[in-house]
């Protein structure tokens, strides 16, 4: 495996060093922590492990981690988007002394958040004008709880105001179980955990009309939330067969040709997370 420091430079990646990141996670079979982060301590925490561990990693923040950082009390509507935009500053200014690839991310943005995915969006234009490049490296919405058809129809929509700026986009769709940034799907039908090849396929049909930079949070049984291994039943085979529907629509040369995420992971074994990898994760949420 050829050396990281050879491929993308340290410190937070966007735009093409991100996608050659992805491929070389893609290529190598393994995935990419994605930690979620609420203050300059905890961001700082999870970087001195990145570089202790020579691995990139992905820094999150979410609507309540924004929330958080500016303060509780703090019920002004845009306090979210400042926190996140505060703690993606601090990220950017010190990434680069780790020594390791940094992806700076938004975490999951329910219809509801909406005015906040915008605001970090308008963040990242400004950004962009200054400096050539988004001020995060990707965003996630999650329109997971809508019908299939709104959520990917609200998905193209943002991507294509991103896709100038090479941002990447992860979405969600099927229902990972739990309860996340107030998507609670911890009543849900266990039947409904798992998302189809159909399903997948369609996300990839409407967005690579726009652009490749996109990632599918596909669910297999995860559930969010903390469990012991063994309480949480995973199906990570059926992202095999997601990767070979999707080769045999597309005709690709590439036996994972869709770039995969894994939310949820904290109840999984370690052989669920290794053949959830080799079917194609890129990306887990720890």
């Not at 410190?11 to 070389?24: F, I, P």
């Not at 929509?157 to 229902?175: H, N, S």
């Amino acid at each position: 495996m050829a050396s990281l420091n050879d491929i993308v430079p340290a410190g937070v990646v966007t735009g093409d060093d991100l996608v050659t990141l992805l491929d070389h996670a893609r290529a190598n079979s393994y995935a990419i922590p994605a930690v979620n982060c609420t203050s300059s301590s905890t961001i700082n925490a999870a970087l001195e492990a990145a570089r202790l561990a020579k691995s990139p990693i992905m820094i999150q923040v979410s609507n309540g981690g924004g929330s958080f950082l500016v303060g509780k009390s703090i019920k002004d509507k845009n306090a979210a988007a400042a926190g996140s935009v505060a703690l993606a500053m601090h990220t950017r200014c010190v990434a680069k002394y780790y020594g390791v690839p940094v992806v700076l991310h938004s975490d999951h943005c329910a219809k509801k958040l909406l005015p906040w995915f915008d605001a970090m969006l308008e963040a990242d234009e400004e950004f962009f004008a200054k400096y050539g490049e988004p001020l995060f490296s990707s965003h996630m919405l999650d329109l997971s709880e809508e019908p299939d058809e709104e959520n990917i129809a609200i998905c193209v929509e943002y991507f294509k105001r991103m896709a100038p700026m090479k941002i990447w986009l992860e979405m969600e769709i099927g229902i990972t179980g739990g309860e996340e940034d107030g998507v609670n799907n911890e009543d849900v039908d266990p039947e409904k955990l798992y998302t189809s090849p159909e399903q997948v396929y369609s996300v990839y049909d409407a967005l690579s009309k726009v652009g490749d930079m996109f990632s599918v949070a596909a669910a297999f049984g995860n559930v969010h939330g903390v469990y012991k291994p063994g309480n949480v039943k995973l199906s990570p085979e059926r992202l095999g067969k997601h990767q070979a529907y999707a080769k045999k629509m597309i005709n690709s040369p590439l036996d994972k040709p869709i770039y995969l995420v894994m939310h949820g992971g904290s109840g999984s074994t370690d052989s669920e997370i290794k053949s959830a990898v080799e079917n194609g994760v890129i990306k887990m949420n720890i």
